[in-house]
């Protein structure tokens, strides 16, 4: 299972967690993942900046996701973590 | 002293192409625990009536809490009024709800359609002696409160509503009494109540007053107190003595914000769960701590609060929105308006770092202004407010 944590505290939702929210939830229900991934919110992380959510993957801490770089995200760090998963 | 309190709310429409309104209420607080409210319905409408029933208001409300007699302020009012020139008469109906300690109501009337109570879900006929001050016939009553008593004083423009469009002879005292009856259980705010009355004129008078119409409601309640915590404190090691203090109080718990929370999740040992739930606006989604009993984000939520409470001393338009949304603000204004009747407030004053971003449209200054600003919102309300920082 991937644990991933959006920050929904109020410096991160004005950088836009409404939407990395959104598009992680459609990502998940798209490719039928309910069950690995499991998405929550934390609040902040104490690593704000300005450009863009901080979202925790297993523990690991990223920085500046936005809804432009979304997809790159998901691919290299979800896809990666699943798959480390699995090699397990 | 027991442990009752009242919410006291009121809304007036005014006649049709007028932009006054002949009715005025004034309240005027007597101590701590005794108030009085006057509602007084100038003759006629417009600039005149507006003028006769502001004086008659006032000076009622003032001399009352002075602790002067009903005949004392009649007197005054007969010698103060100014005489309408087109009527020959200065007149101006009132009626007087003093509550006194907390403990009773004593109900003055004059020419004022009588005031309706209602106890226990029901219409109840109270006792009512008639004296006679300068001529005039005024109705006195006293009455022991008692939990969920609502009082509906009104002036004339409310039983009048719907004269010859939805009813022949008006929307009788009787017809009120029972409508107001239905909405009684509901646990409304006397703002509330007063509003769906008034709204209801309205809609008889077919939005088209023909009379200035005023509703002014005070509801029997519990004390109710509440504690919001909002920021870190501006000394680490504060910390655990803000907490102690915030947590040691009667009465429910809000916290807002994340490193807020955070804080407050260290002190009681559990952990913060935060949701990702957005209720279709843009108020950040709301978290849970075991033994809290609603955890939000800061800045932005109490922005919005704010926003709703500034409304909801004026047009009251936002109503709908924070009565039946679920995000934290709205759940904050319902703990706050609807069933706090004191509020401690536990300021942080630490800066947050990532809020000093010029970028962003929140900062040290705003939250302290939002916390000036809310209290004195609250304070027109009639909640008893306490604001600490640290």
């Given amino acids: ?88 | 002293m027991n442990d009752l309190c009242v919410d006291i709310g009121y809304k007036s429409i005014n006649h049709e192409g007028e932009q006054l309104c002949g009715d005025h209420v004034d309240v005027v607080e007597q101590g701590e625990n005794s108030v009085v409210v006057v509602l007084a319905d100038g003759l006629g409408s417009g600039v005149k009536a507006s003028i006769l029933s502001t004086l008659t208001s006032r000076i009622i409300s003032t001399m009352m809490a002075e602790g002067l007699t009903v005949e004392d302020c009649v007197e005054t009012i007969a010698a103060t009024l100014p005489i309408c020139s087109e009527r020959g008469v200065a007149y101006s109906t009132f009626t007087i709800l003093h509550i006194v300690e907390n403990r009773e109501v004593e109900l003055i009337q004059y020419d004022n359609p009588l005031v309706i109570m209602i106890r226990d879900d029901v219409n109840f006929d109270y006792p009512k002696t008639e004296i006679n001050v300068g001529g005039k016939k005024i109705f006195k009553s006293v009455i022991k409160l008692k939990e969920n008593d609502l009082f509906v004083a009104m002036s004339d423009g409310c039983p009048h509503a719907g004269i010859g469009k939805e009813y022949n002879f008006g929307w009788k005292r009787e017809n009120i009494a029972d409508f107001m009856e239905t909405i009684s259980p509901a646990g409304y705010t006397a703002k509330t109540y007063s509003t769906i009355l008034v709204d209801e004129c309205n809609r008889l008078y077919g939005g088209k007053p023909g009379d200035d119409a005023t509703a002014c409601v005070v509801k029997v309640r519990k004390r109710m107190p509440m504690n919001i915590l909002f920021g870190p404190p501006s000394n680490r090691d504060d910390a655990n003595r803000m907490m102690a203090l915030f947590f040691s109080k009667e009465g429910k718990h809000i916290v807002c914000g994340g490193t807020t929370a955070s804080i407050a999740a260290r002190y009681l040992g559990k952990s913060v769960k935060a949701g990702i739930t957005y209720d279709g606006g843009d108020v950040p989604p709301v978290a849970q701590i075991d033994g809290v009993d609603l955890v939000t984000e800061g800045v932005i939520t109490m922005s919005k609060v704010l926003e709703y409470a500034k409304d909801s001393i004026a047009e009251n338009k936002l109503y709908e929105k924070w009565s039946y949304g679920h995000d934290g603000a709205c759940m904050i204004c319902r703990l706050l308006f609807e069933e706090a009747t004191d509020i401690n407030f536990f300021v942080g004053r630490a800066v947050n770092p990532a809020h000093q971003n010029p970028d962003l449209p929140i900062n040290f200054n705003i939250k302290m202004n939002i916390v000036g600003e809310l209290s004195e919102c609250l304070k027109q309300m009639g909640k008893k407010i306490k604001v600490s920082y640290f």
């Fill in chain 1, 1 to 88: 299972m991937v644990m991933v944590q959006i920050c929904v505290g109020s410096s991160c939702h004005l950088k836009g967690s409404p939407e990395v929210v959104r598009l992680f939830e459609r990502y998940v229900s798209e490719n039928g993942l309910d069950d690995e991934v499991i998405l929550s919110g934390s609040f902040c992380s104490g690593k704000c900046n300005r450009s863009g959510v901080t979202v925790t993957v297993n523990d690991k801490v990223h920085t500046g996701v936005t809804p432009a770089n979304f997809k790159d995200f998901w691919n290299t760090e979800i896809i990666a973590a699943l798959r480390a998963e699995k090699g397990d």
